[in-house]
């Protein structure tokens, strides 16, 4: 398996959530001129006039296609074309513009959801081997916050070594569902807590949701239970 396809997610929900965290950090003004895309500027005009032109209709092609009630082959088949082209400029901006520039940090990378730079050695980043602890948060109407961190006796809120973030799947059921993979949701956080918003007709529903640690090169490791909250 390739470096690329290690770091970069292959699920729709998890490509789109990875895609938007990186555009909505690196198009920051101040994350623009001091990673070196000021807008005039040589990569400035290559994030302006290469990317966005295939970032923008492929962020519209998945809010088409993600209505599971209007989908059609159709809507698919544009996702499909316009996730291609836009992997292609991924890896290009990653491995062009910012994994080796001096002006672009680990703490950049991360936040963009990114991996970091390798450093000690040839060692391996461990693939993760337990699950996140988590808890929601349910006191604020039509919200629910779920907290995450390594469940290390001290419910301090961190990562395991090598983990850049956490998958959150979830979903309503009026029913529990008996595996995470039916969770038909997906979505990814580099810090706690994960917040999801909801309708007033939502108010009294079930969510359902689990959680698994992703490490630095992509590789997740397994999910906790499922578990449950009333949405307020």
Avoid: C
Wanted: charged share 25%; net charge negative.
């Amino acid at each position: 398996m390739s470096a690329e396809k290690d770091w970069l997610p292959s699920n729709h929900a998890l490509l789109y959530s990875f895609a938007v965290q990186l555009w909505n950090f690196i198009v920051i003004p101040n994350n623009r001129d001091r990673m070196g895309f000021a807008v005039g500027t040589q990569q400035g005009n290559w994030l302006d006039m290469v990317f966005a032109p295939v970032f923008n209709p492929y962020t519209s092609a998945y809010v088409q296609w993600m209505d599971e009630s209007d989908r059609t082959p159709a809507k698919s088949a544009v996702l499909k074309d316009a996730e291609t082209a836009l992997k292609t400029l991924l890896r290009k901006l990653y491995k062009g513009f910012l994994k080796d520039s001096p002006l672009v940090t680990d703490e950049d990378l991360v936040h963009m959801g990114l991996p970091p730079r390798h450093t000690g050695g040839n060692t391996p980043v461990k693939v993760p081997d337990k699950n996140p602890a988590a808890k929601a948060d349910t006191s604020q109407m039509h919200q629910v916050k779920i907290d995450f961190y390594e469940d290390n006796g001290t419910h301090r809120k961190a990562k395991p070594d090598g983990v850049h973030g956490a998958e959150i799947k979830w979903g309503i059921f009026e029913e529990p569902p008996v595996d995470a993979e039916a969770l038909p949701h997906s979505s990814f956080d580099t810090h706690t807590p994960f917040i999801l918003n909801f309708e007033g007709h939502d108010r009294g529903k079930i969510l359902y949701f689990a959680l698994r640690w992703e490490n630095t090169r992509g590789i997740k490791g397994p999910f906790g239970p499922i578990l449950n909250a009333v949405i307020p």
